[in-house]
């Protein structure tokens, strides 16, 4: 039987990152509040530490490494935050880091991993497995496998983000949170749980890739082909068996958010709130606006995953007429 993190194990990462993860702000948008006729806090992971919330969960885990697992170093796949999270993480702790990315992650993404030092690894994620190449790879050099959602330290880090927003915003009735493999999303929902018991989470999935929201349903985990979607770090193809359990005993439901709706939430964090988010980062408000959810009158938080985009990109699809 699994042994699910809990708020306990939350609040332990809390204290293993403080004093190297960022405190995000807690932002306010009254042209946002207008609209949805409710109170809406956005909790900015785009200004975490290499510029998602990824950071929280991959310096947790690493944080817990005993000193032969330190020698041996780290290995992960990723397409581009968990990434760059594990490989700035090894660097701060001294640990050599390897990661398997996929050939068509944001260029911006891959040259800021190996910027912060780790061995990158392409593979093609429409004809490899991701996972199993890097299970052999940890085999044949001895490293630590940290998974981008699928692990306890993981999640328990990325909990920390819920446990701020709630710290600062005081009870939420609803919390949205981007979902991909189910990291972020189980995270917060153990922080909900225990401090906004009353309070309903959200997961949001892409329209493309609703895994989650399908599994959800049918009460176990449901294994799609690889989505075609703008919202890159939400390309997974399942919940990992942590997440799952987490999300299904936590979680009120999982939505979806189009590839134009996160087009148009980017736009709206550009032109509003000088914010620049990445598109897996505007699920959540994406589904505010456009799921409808029952938010009228309500105090509702959002968490804005990440922030790691490539500029020409971002330039291309912002300024394209909507």
Known sequence: MLQLPT???????????????????????STADARLKAELFFKCENLQRM???KFRGAFNALSKFDAAQRRGGVITFSSGNHAQAIALS????????????PLDAPQAKVEATRGYGAEVILYDRYTQ??????????QDRGMTLIPPYDHPDVIAGQGTAARELLEEAG???VLLVPLGGGGLLSGCALAARAL????????????????GRQSLRKGEIVHISTPQTLADGAQTQHLGRYTFEVIRRDVEDIVTASDAQLVEAMRFFAER?????EPTGCLAFAAACHAGL???????????????VDLARYAQLIGAQP
Do not use: W
């Open 7 to 29: 708020y306990e194990d939350v609040a332990a990462a809390a204290r293993r990152l403080q004093g190297h993860a960022h405190r995000t702000p807690v932002l306010r948008s």
């Open 51 to 53: 510029g998602a919330f």
């Open 90 to 101: 090894a660097r701060l702790l001294g640990i050599p880091a390897v990661i398997v990315m």
């Open 129 to 138: 497995d991701r996972e199993a190449l890097t299970a052999g790879l940890a």
């Open 171 to 173: 009870g939420l009735d």
């Open 196 to 211: 906004a018991p009353d309070c309903k989470v959200y997961g949001v999935e892409p329209e493309a890739g609703d895994d």
């Open 273 to 277: 709130m000088k914010l620049v988010v």
């Open 294 to 308: 029952p938010l009228q009158g309500k105090r509702v938080g959002v968490i804005l995953s990440g922030g790691n």
